[in-house]
């Protein structure tokens, strides 16, 4: 097993460091061979109408390439600690990383490419493809950087120790097969700050504006919004499920990880840092949709899943009674 760990922990720290590395690198060095048939300055940025209307040096634009590596260092190192011990935080860090990291570079990279051969940067074509071809590229990434990183060996979230005698019991009755079901949903001020959000981009695409790509990222957001912002909670002999309403994405955590379950009150800005489904202290993970009380599975290994519910004291104590029932 500790092999085993410590080859995933390696392959880990290649994807949350050593990748955004080495996309920045192959961004820089692709940048530089095209030194020749790029014009001095070049166009960085676009307005909403279409033509460039910034530029810079030619030298500071081909470093500028590297960008999405830092981009992805920071935000790698920052998960690296976490995600060695969370298992919810590596797939979900590893597809954040290289996902950014392969955004920012191939915007900036794809940026120069369209001016290949251009005399004069103000000539240049809009980036419309680029942006596009951009975020399919990211997306990529992001799932084979998800996929390759893997999970947690089994027995390292296992919890070999009795549930504490003083944790919460449900009672279970013979013949009846235990369940708890609820649901965990936003609270609708997120609805509404989300829609301030979309409303000046959707004028924009209106106008004419990168119609295409905005619409095509308002489409995406609305899908991610709409799986992460209701799940099922559900607590049976099986384990602990939460599955977005869309089916993705779900988490099931067996009784066997179970060290301890509890019902707690949660402070998302303070403890996670906002809403959503975030990393937190502690070897925290939570989909934390709100303030209030929130169902806190503490696993062998010392991490903990949280989602916020209602009638969590209910769900932990048929959770600790379950774990119990499955160690004796």
């Known amino acids: 097993m500790e092999q085993t760990q410590r080859a995933q922990d390696t392959r880990l720290t290649m994807v949350l460091v050593g990748l955004p590395v080495a996309i920045g690198v192959v961004g820089v060095l692709l940048a530089r061979s095209w030194r020749s048939d790029l014009p001095d300055p070049v166009a960085t940025h676009w307005g909403l109408s279409g033509p460039p209307d910034g530029y810079l040096p030619l030298n500071q634009a081909i470093w500028l390439a590297g960008l999405g590596s830092i981009l ?3 935000i790698g190192a920052t998960m690296l600690a976490l995600a060695a011990r969370v298992p919810e935080a590596r797939r979900g860090g ?8 392969t955004l920012v570079t191939s915007i900036l990279v794809g940026t120069l490419a369209i001016q ?7 000539r240049a074509p809009g980036v419309g493809a680029v942006l596009g071809v951009s975020f ?8 084979l950087g998800a996929w390759s990183v893997g999970s947690l060996p089994s027995e390292t979230l296992r919890a ?8 919460p019991r449900a009672e279970l009755e013979p013949g009846v097969e235990p369940l708890w079901t609820g649901v965990a949903r936003s609270t609708p001020w997120v609805y509404i700050v989300v829609a301030l959000v979309a409303i000046p981009l959707i004028v924009i695409a209106v106008s004419g504006g990168y119609a295409f790509v905005i619409i095509v990222s308002l489409a995406f957001a609305g899908l991610l919004m709409a799986a992460t912002s209701s799940f099922r909670v559900r607590v049976d002999r099986q384990g602990i499920a939460v599955r977005s309403v869309l089916g993705w994405p779900g988490w099931t955590l067996p009784l066997s990880d179970i060290a301890e379950a509890r019902a707690v009150d949660i402070d998302p800005l303070r403890e996670f840092g906002g809403v959503g489904l ?9 989909v934390v949709l709100r303030k209030g009380p929130a169902l806190e599975i503490r696993r062998g290994n010392g991490s903990a899943f949280v989602v916020t519910v209602d009638g969590a004291d209910e769900a932990a104590a048929l959770a600790n009674a379950l774990a119990d029932e499955a160690r004796s």
């Open 72 to 74: 992805g260092l920071v």
């Open 94 to 101: 590893a597809a954040v990383v290289a996902g950014s990291s």
């Open 116 to 122: 290949r051969g251009i005399d004069d940067a103000s």
């Open 136 to 143: 399919m590229l990211a997306a990529i990434m992001a799932v």
């Open 160 to 167: 070999y120790e009795p549930i504490p005698a003083n944790a």
């Open 278 to 286: 975030r990393a937190g202290r502690d070897s925290r993970f939570g």
